[in-house]
C-alpha cells in the first residue's frame, strides 16, 4: 500500500470518529435539555397552584402549599415574630426595638404571593432559570413588611447618641479668659444605616434578637489647629455684647457664658471664629422664662342649648431656642467674615406661637350637648370675706373645658391664692397666735365640685377630708373636700369620651357647680354615709390677743365632735356593668371652741374668761 493510500485511509478514519463524538455530544444534550423539560413539566403538573419545591420564606419551607395554606403558615410565624424585639448594642449600651415602636406591619398575604410567583414570572427565562433552580438548591425568600422610617430613624439617632464619641474640629476656644488653639481629636461613630438595616433584615428574616454594631473612627474635617488671626477673631468676638430680644423683652449674654459660646468653624473652606450653636441654644433655655408668655384656653358658657365663648383666651408664646441660637450663630459669621467692630450684636428672637384650640369654628367639635350632672352647698353664716373668696374661686373655675381623658386639678385651675388674684385674709389660729391667710372658703368650693363630680358619674383620683367637721358641708357628714395652696388637691378624670364644661353660678348664700358634656348612659349613686367613733369635743380654748380690745370675746372655731365617716360612690355602664367604685373614708378630729380674747388697754388687774392654755399643734388651718 502506497503512502497516499495510507493516509487517505488514516484520514478518513479520523473524521468518521471526529463525527461519531458529536453525534454523542449533541445526542447527551438534546437528551438532557428533554430531561430537564420533563422534569419542569412534572413539576409544573405536580406543583399546579402550588409553591415550587425548595422554596422558604423567612425560614419557613412552603413547597407544594397553595397560596393560602402558605398565608396561613407565614402568618403563625409572623405573629410569633412580632412579639419578640430587636436589640442593637453598642459598648455598654442597649436599646430594644418592638415592633410597635416602629409601626411595623408584616405582610404575609404578599409575601406568599412572591413565593407563589418564584419560577412563574412574566419573562419567560428568568421563570425558566428560577425553575430549574428550585430543583436543585434551597431558596430563602424574605417577609415583605413596612415600617415607619421615621420612628426607627430616630431610635437609631437616640441611641447613636448614646454611644457615639464625636470627633473635635480643631480650632479654638476661651481658656480663663484668653483665645488657645485646640487640636482636633478623632471620634468612633456607630454607622447608622448599617444599625437601621440590621434591624430590617432581622425582621424581614425573622431572627430577632441582639445585633452587635461596631465604632469606626472617624477623622475631624479640621485637623489643624487656629492661625493667629482665628485667634484674634476670638478674642474681638469676648468683647462682643451679645442681646437678645423678642416681644419687647432682651436678655443680654454675661461673659462667662459667651466663653462657653466661643469656637470656631469653616466658611468657605477657611477656618474662622465663631459660636457654638449647641451651647448658645443651652444658654438660651436657661434665659427662655424672660420671654415666655403663658396664654389661656378660651372660657365657655353654655345658655339656652347652645355653647358660646365667654373669653376667647390668649396666645401662649415661648422662645424657639433652637432658631433663635441658628440665628445668633449666623450674626456672628456675619460679623467675623465683614471684618465688623459694633460693640452690640442684636439678634432677633423667633416665638413659638400656640393659638387656643378652642374657637367658634372648633365649638361644635366639642360634644357639649347637655347636662350630665350639679351639685350644690349653703355658705350660710360664712363673713364677708369668706363669701368673697367663694366668689372668687367660683368664679376662677367656671368656663374651665376639660378635655376627654384629661385630669383636672382644682388647685392648677384656681393659680396663685393671694391678693394678686383678688382673695382677701381671713384669719386663722396658729398654735397661740392669730394670722390672717388669703382664700379662706376655698373649701366651699372644692366640697361644692366634689359633689358635682359624682353626680356626673366622673372618676375622683384625689381627695381629703377636712381636718374636723365643718358645719358647712353639713348633712351629709363626710362628703367634704378639702384644698390648701401646695397640698391638698382636688383631682377627677373626665372619662366620658368628649370635652366637659364646668360652670358655676351663686345664688344667695348657695354655690352650684354644674357640669355639662354628652351623656353614655351611666348612672352614678353613693350610699348614705356611715358615722361612727363619735368623741365629744375637748374643752374650750381662750387666746388672749391684741387685736381686739379688752373685754371683748369673739369666738373663731366651734366646737366639733370627732368622728369617721364612709361611704361608697358607684357609677354603673348603660348595660348595668360597674364602672367605677370608690369608698371614701374620712377621719375627723374632735375640735374644741377657740375664743380670741382682747387685752388691748386692758388695766394692771385685768380678768380674762377662761384660760390661756400652753401652745399645743394645730391642723393645718381649714379655710
Given at each position: 500500500?502506497?503512502?497516499?493510500?495510507?493516509?487517505?485511509?488514516?484520514?478518513?478514519?479520523?473524521?468518521?470518529?471526529?463525527?461519531?463524538?458529536?453525534?454523542?455530544?449533541?445526542?447527551?444534550?438534546?437528551?438532557?435539555?428533554?430531561?430537564?423539560?420533563?422534569?419542569?413539566?412534572?413539576?409544573?403538573l405536580f406543583y399546579d397552584h402550588k409553591v415550587l419545591p425548595n422554596i422558604y420564606a423567612a425560614g419557613v419551607h412552603l413547597s407544594a402549599?397553595?397560596?393560602?395554606?402558605?398565608?396561613?403558615?407565614?402568618?403563625?410565624k409572623a405573629d410569633a415574630i412580632s412579639q419578640q424585639s430587636v436589640t442593637l448594642s453598642a459598648k455598654d449600651q442597649k436599646v430594644e426595638i418592638h415592633p410597635s415602636d416602629i409601626t411595623l406591619v408584616i405582610d404575609t398575604k404578599s409575601t406568599a404571593g412572591n413565593a407563589y410567583a418564584y419560577g412563574r414570572r412574566t419573562d419567560f427565562w428568568t421563570s425558566l432559570k428560577e425553575a430549574v433552580g428550585s430543583l436543585t438548591s434551597k431558596n430563602?425568600?424574605?417577609?415583605?413588611?413596612?415600617?415607619?422610617?421615621?420612628?426607627?430613624?430616630?431610635?437609631?439617632?437616640?441611641?447613636?447618641?448614646?454611644?457615639?464619641?464625636?470627633?473635635?474640629?480643631a480650632g479654638v476656644k476661651i481658656d480663663n479668659g484668653v483665645a488657645v488653639e485646640t487640636e482636633g481629636v478623632s471620634g468612633k461613630r456607630i454607622d447608622k444605616n448599617v444599625a437601621k438595616a440590621a434591624v430590617i433584615n432581622a425582621w424581614q428574616n425573622a431572627v430577632a434578637g441582639e445585633v452587635g454594631l461596631s465604632l469606626n473612627t472617624v477623622e475631624p474635617?479640621?485637623?489643624?489647629?487656629?492661625?493667629?488671626?482665628?485667634?484674634?477673631?476670638?478674642?474681638?468676638?469676648?468683647?462682643?455684647?451679645?442681646?437678645?430680644?423678642?416681644?419687647?423683652?432682651?436678655?443680654?449674654?454675661?461673659?462667662?457664658?459667651?466663653?462657653?459660646?466661643?469656637?470656631?468653624?469653616?466658611?468657605?473652606?477657611?477656618?474662622?471664629?465663631?459660636v457654638d450653636v449647641n451651647a448658645v441654644k443651652l444658654w438660651l433655655d436657661t434665659v427662655s422664662d424672660v420671654f415666655k408668655q403663658q396664654g389661656n384656653e378660651a372660657r365657655v358658657g353654655f345658655s339656652g342649648g347652645a355653647l358660646t365663648i365667654i373669653n376667647p383666651g390668649s396666645d401662649t408664646r415661648a422662645l424657639d431656642s433652637q432658631k433663635t441660637a441658628a440665628a445668633l450663630h449666623k450674626a456672628v459669621e456675619d460679623y467675623v467674615v465683614n471684618g465688623k467692630s459694633d460693640k452690640t450684636v442684636t439678634v432677633a428672637g423667633t416665638m413659638l406661637v400656640n393659638q387656643p384650640q378652642v374657637t367658634n369654628d372648633t365649638l361644635s367639635t366639642l360634644g357639649i350637648k347637655e347636662l350630665i350632672g350639679t351639685g350644690t352647698t349653703s355658705f350660710t353664716g360664712s363673713p364677708e370675706n369668706r363669701k368673697h373668696n367663694i366668689a372668687i374661686g367660683a368664679s376662677a373655675l367656671s368656663g374651665i373645658l376639660v378635655k376627654p381623658g384629661e385630669e383636672f386639678s382644682t388647685l392648677k385651675n384656681l393659680g396663685k391664692i393671694d391678693n394678686t388674684n383678688g382673695y382677701l385674709?381671713?384669719?386663722?389660729?396658729?398654735?397661740?397666735?392669730?394670722?390672717?391667710?388669703?382664700?379662706?372658703?376655698?373649701?366651699?368650693?372644692?366640697?361644692?365640685?366634689?359633689?358635682?363630680?359624682?353626680?356626673?358619674?366622673?372618676?375622683?383620683?384625689?381627695?381629703?377630708?377636712?381636718?374636723?367637721?365643718?358645719?358647712?358641708?353639713?348633712?351629709p357628714v363626710g362628703?367634704?373636700?378639702?384644698?390648701?395652696?401646695?397640698?391638698?388637691?382636688?383631682?377627677?378624670?373626665?372619662?366620658?369620651?368628649?370635652?366637659?364644661?364646668?360652670?358655676?353660678?351663686?345664688?344667695?348664700?348657695?354655690?352650684?357647680?354644674?357640669?355639662?358634656?354628652?351623656?353614655?348612659?351611666?348612672?352614678?349613686?353613693?350610699?348614705?354615709?356611715?358615722?361612727?367613733?363619735?368623741?365629744?369635743?375637748?374643752?374650750?380654748?381662750?387666746?388672749?390677743?391684741?387685736?381686739?380690745?379688752?373685754?371683748?370675746?369673739?369666738?373663731?372655731d366651734k366646737a366639733h365632735n370627732g368622728s369617721d365617716a364612709t361611704f361608697t360612690y358607684t357609677v354603673l355602664n348603660a348595660d348595668g356593668t360597674t364602672r367605677n367604685k370608690q369608698t371614701f373614708n374620712s377621719h375627723y378630729v374632735p375640735w374644741k371652741a377657740r375664743y380670741l380674747v382682747g387685752t388691748a388697754g386692758a388695766p394692771a388687774e385685768a380678768t380674762y374668761p377662761g384660760s390661756t392654755p400652753s401652745p399645743s399643734p394645730s391642723p393645718t388651718p381649714t379655710p
Open positions: 500500500m502506497s503512502k497516499d493510500e495510507h493516509k487517505k485511509q488514516t484520514d478518513g478514519g479520523g473524521k468518521t470518529r471526529f463525527l461519531s463524538r458529536r453525534k454523542v455530544m449533541i445526542i447527551s444534550s438534546v437528551g438532557a435539555v428533554v430531561a430537564i423539560v420533563a422534569a419542569l413539566v412534572l413539576v409544573v402549599k397553595s397560596l393560602d395554606e402558605a398565608d396561613d403558615l407565614l402568618q403563625t430563602n425568600l424574605a417577609f415583605i413588611i413596612s415600617y415607619d422610617d421615621t420612628q426607627l430613624t430616630k431610635i437609631v439617632d437616640d441611641f447613636a447618641a448614646k454611644v457615639d464619641q464625636p470627633e473635635i474640629n474635617v479640621i485637623k489643624t489647629g487656629a492661625t493667629k488671626e482665628v485667634l484674634a477673631q476670638a478674642e474681638t468676638l469676648r468683647k462682643v455684647k451679645f442681646v437678645v430680644t423678642a416681644d419687647s423683652r432682651s436678655v443680654t449674654a454675661k461673659q462667662a457664658d459667651v466663653d462657653k459660646w466661643i469656637s470656631s468653624d469653616l466658611y468657605q473652606g477657611k477656618l474662622i471664629a465663631a385674709p381671713e384669719l386663722v389660729i396658729k398654735v397661740d397666735k392669730t394670722v390672717p391667710e388669703f382664700g379662706g372658703g376655698l373649701c366651699q368650693v372644692s366640697t361644692t365640685l366634689f359633689r358635682a363630680t359624682m353626680n356626673s358619674g366622673l372618676k375622683v383620683t384625689a381627695r381629703q377630708n377636712h381636718s374636723y367637721r365643718v358645719a358647712y358641708y353639713e348633712p362628703m367634704d373636700a378639702t384644698i390648701y395652696e401646695g397640698n391638698p388637691d382636688y383631682r377627677f378624670v373626665n372619662d366620658t369620651g368628649h370635652y366637659i364644661l364646668i360652670q358655676s353660678h351663686i345664688e344667695g348664700v348657695k354655690i352650684t357647680f354644674d357640669i355639662y358634656g354628652t351623656k353614655d348612659g351611666r348612672t352614678a349613686n353613693s350610699t348614705n354615709p356611715v358615722v361612727y367613733n363619735v368623741v365629744p369635743p375637748p374643752d374650750p380654748e381662750y387666746v388672749r390677743t391684741d387685736t381686739l380690745p379688752y373685754g371683748t370675746t369673739k369666738q373663731t
